[in-house]
């Protein structure tokens, strides 16, 4: 079993910078495929960016290349999306999951025109 709470959402303004956080619990966490979904009002959730267990590939949308970067810190059960240059189409409830298989609760993310 593992737990994931995201964190790091917020209010930025296009052109802006955020960093979202997905906190794991259970000690396996090592052995899983992280990724981040993101899901705009009225929309189906999209893939945003995946990372294998050991952090050396990382996968990504078109929509984001170039502008947000995943990673991950085993040692600290977490992985990370670090996202510039947002637009204002950025805007969703990003999720992180482990496998596919568990899902954070989401962190809204709100880019401002």
């Known amino acids: 079993q593992v737990q994931l709470v995201e964190s790091g959402g917020g209010l930025v303004q296009a052109g802006g910078s955020l960093r979202l956080s997905c906190a794991a619990s259970?000690?396996?966490?090592?052995?899983?495929?992280m990724g981040w979904v993101r899901q705009a009002p009225g929309k189906e959730r999209t893939f945003v960016a995946s990372?294998?267990?050991?952090?050396?590939?990382?996968y990504y949308a078109d929509s984001v290349k170039g502008r947000f970067t995943i990673s991950r810190d085993n040692a600290k059960n977490t992985v990370y999306l670090q996202m510039n240059s947002l637009k204002p189409e950025d805007t969703a409830v990003y999720y992180c999951n482990a496998g596919s298989r568990y899902w954070g609760p989401g962190t809204q993310v709100t880019v401002s025109s």
């Open positions: 259970g000690r396996t966490f090592s052995t899983y495929a």
């Open positions: 990372i294998n267990d050991s952090g050396g590939f990382t």
